[in-house]
């Protein structure tokens, strides 16, 4: 059973475009959202981070959306670039637990000149 | 340069085998995890310490074994290895468990078993 749903697998984008990588759960004791980046080759490191005390957070090129009601959370990566090719995992952990990160299944962005 | 080493950075496993793979950070974080990373499925927690001579079990602990006798490093121990337990293995760390802390991970172990 996956705790945490990311779609989609996989995404091309033209470089400028917006990606849009999409994460809903069930739990609604999970209140810290994270997203990872990961390089071919290399371990995840953090992103970007919400909290559900807001709706939105926004760092240089890259947003978080969140959405408490419909529990769904997404990452928008605006004037998408080459060097955004990775792959990114969105999770999400427990307030009781902050330290037990749920990942989601994985997003592998394309972005072509 | 600080950060999370790994070693090694890949194996070749006969199934039955016995496999320690090692961890060690120098950032003098009291947190540590191992993950798996497989296709599809994402990063699964297998083990993690919250503080040096504490662990706990994640998500897929069977088949698994840590140790945490000192700060820095970080052991995962394969009893009698698998081919399901063929992956790449992630080991992270944090300043502190819990506290919406950001988890660094090492550049990972890829393990094949047959």
């Known amino acids: 059973q996956q705790q945490v749903k990311q779609s989609p697998q996989s995404l091309i984008v033209q470089k400028g475009g917006i990606s849009i990588i999409n994460c809903a759960y069930e739990?609604?004791?999970?209140?810290?959202f994270p997203w990872y980046q990961q390089f071919p080759g290399k371990g995840p490191a953090l992103l970007i981070a919400?909290?559900?005390?807001?709706s939105e957070k926004k760092e240089g090129r890259f947003t978080i959306s969140f959405n408490k009601s419909a529990k769904q959370f997404s990452l928008h990566i605006m004037d998408s670039q080459p060097g955004d090719s990775a792959t990114y995992f969105c999770?999400?952990?427990?307030?009781?637990?902050?330290?037990?990160?749920?990942f989601g299944t994985g997003t592998r962005l394309q972005v072509f000149p | 340069i600080a950060g999370i080493t790994q070693a090694p950075t890949s194996q070749i496993l006969a199934a039955g085998r016995r496999m320690t793979l090692r961890c060690t950070q120098d950032?003098?974080?009291?947190?540590m995890y191992w993950y798996r990373q497989d296709l599809g499925l994402g990063l699964r927690l297998i083990h993690y310490?919250?503080?040096?001579?504490?662990?706990g079990k994640g998500e897929v602990p069977d088949g698994y074994s840590v140790s945490r006798a000192n700060t820095d490093d970080f052991p995962l121990t394969l009893a009698s290895a698998v081919p399901s337990q063929t992956s790449v293995y992630f080991c992270?760390?944090?300043?502190?468990?819990?506290?919406?802390?950001?988890?660094?991970f090492g550049p990972g172990t890829r393990l094949t078993v047959l």
């Open positions: 950032m003098r974080h009291n947190a």
């Open positions: 992270a760390s944090s300043v502190e468990s819990g506290s919406y802390n950001e988890q660094f």
């Open positions: 310490s919250n503080t040096a001579g504490t662990t």
């Open positions: 919400i909290r559900p005390d807001v």
């Open positions: 999770a999400a952990s427990p307030v009781y637990n902050t330290d037990k990160l749920i």
């Open positions: 739990n609604t004791a999970f209140d810290y």
